[in-house]
């Protein structure tokens, strides 16, 4: 994957929806993250899929 290219693509203002889970470095502290600032864009932790109901 090149980098950058999805904030590349964001930029380009193409009409779509992203969910991001997993980033070129983590964890992601920065609130100026650029990819927190896109209306089309849900960014949630790697473990963004796990809830409590789901542990034993």
């Given at each position: ?39 089309n ?15 034993i």
């Amino acid at each position: 994957m090149e980098r950058g290219a999805l904030l590349n693509v964001l930029q380009s203002r193409q009409k779509l929806l992203v969910g991001v889970d997993v980033y070129e470095q983590e964890p992601i502290y920065d609130t100026n993250y650029e990819l927190l600032h896109f209306d089309n864009v849900v960014c949630t932790p790697h473990i963004g899929y796990e809830e409590e109901s789901s542990y034993i």
